[in-house]
Nanobody, 117 residues
Framework: QVQVAESGGGLAQIGESLRLTCAAS????????MGWHRQAPGKQRELVAT???????NYADFAKGRFTISRDGAKNQVYLQMNSLKPEDTADYFC???????????WGQGTRVTVSS
């Protein structure tokens, strides 16, 4: 059973940075895409960024230039470096792993990011 778990959320001031970590269990699919999504209070969950096993990345428009997704294949971990944080970045951030062959998604429990002035 694939499991993913997020860490690294917390409180930040406007303009500060946070780094989120997503750790996947040792048994992960051979073909996958991992991603970060977020859900602000009262809003729908939205995509932040994705990265494939091969390293291809994709970003939401609001994340381009401020957020960077990266991976460490040896550790089965994916990271989201968030710079120049804004109050509108306040949300619960969720890690996902998409098994391309099984067309199945796995989600973490989320980690909260709060950006205040």
């Amino acid at each position: 059973q694939v499991q993913v778990a997020e860490s690294g959320g917390g409180l930040a001031q406007i303009g500060e940075s946070l780094r989120l970590t997503c750790a996947a269990s040792e048994t992960i699919p051979n073909m996958w895409v991992m991603g970060w999504h977020r859900q602000a209070p009262g809003k729908q969950r939205e995509l932040v960024a994705t990265i494939s096993r091969g390293g291809n990345t994709n970003y939401a428009d609001f994340a381009k230039g401020r957020f960077t997704i990266s991976r460490d294949g040896a550790k089965n971990q994916v990271y989201l470096q968030m710079n120049s944080l804004k109050p509108e970045d306040t949300a619960d951030y969720f890690c996902s792993l998409h098994d391309i062959q099984k067309r199945q998604d796995y989600w973490g429990q989320g980690t909260r990011v709060t950006v205040s002035s």
